[in-house]
């Protein structure tokens, strides 16, 4: 008998299982970086007619984008804004925040996420977040500024309470060409 081919699922595919495992129709999630839109879309899907995603990007093009691909909706809310500024427009508790660092694919290359800003947006994200609900940040470290923003995102997950949130990393440790890994955030208390 032969056994069907599985494979460990991407970092992408393991952040939607994270997301997937809290989030519930009615819920409030965030894409911060919501690039060409499939992270909006599966949040939208989850969080169904009665939930609100909030998305984010500083690209007119990830702005046209995502709302072709989802059409019209009045529970989604677009925002061509920064990351760092998503405390301006959410009003209490998020289930969900995720993260697609570096650059619009199909996009502008030399138009990516910096420290700076993911650095405070993640401290807003953390700050919104609701009790066992989770922040999944994907970082792409083979484009220039990468692995410095990568680095300060680990030192800064990792300085996290211990006892208000579990931090995992989820890589394939045998991939040498800068593959992209997953870090996933759930708070605790």
């Keep these: 008998m032969t056994r069907p081919t599985r494979r460990f699922p991407r970092p992408t595919a393991m952040a939607h299982l994270l997301v997937s495992d809290v989030v519930r129709e009615g819920d409030t999630v965030v894409d911060a970086t919501i690039g060409n839109g499939h992270d909006t879309l599966f949040l939208k899907r989850l969080v169904g007619s009665s939930g609100e995603v909030i998305g984010f990007d500083i690209q007119d093009q990830a702005i046209a984008q995502t709302r072709d691909r ?14 760092e500024n998503m ?3 959410l009003d209490g508790e998020v289930n969900a925040v995720m993260f697609n660092l570096g650059y619009l694919p199909g996009g502008d290359q030399t138009v990516i996420t910096i420290p700076e800003s993911t650095l405070a947006a993640l401290k807003a994200a953390s700050e919104h977040l609701a009790i066992n609900g989770v922040i999944t940040i994907v970082a792409y470290i083979g484009h220039e500024g990468g692995s410095d923003e990568a680095l300060k995102v680990d030192q800064w997950a990792e300085a996290l309470c211990p006892d208000h949130f579990s931090v995992i990393r989820y890589e394939f440790s045998n991939r040498k060409n800068k593959a992209p890994y997953l870090i996933g955030i759930q708070r605790l208390a």
């Design 70 to 83: 989802l059409g019209e909706n009045n529970a989604v809310h677009l925002h061509l804004d920064s990351h």
């Design 87 to 89: 405390s301006s427009y």
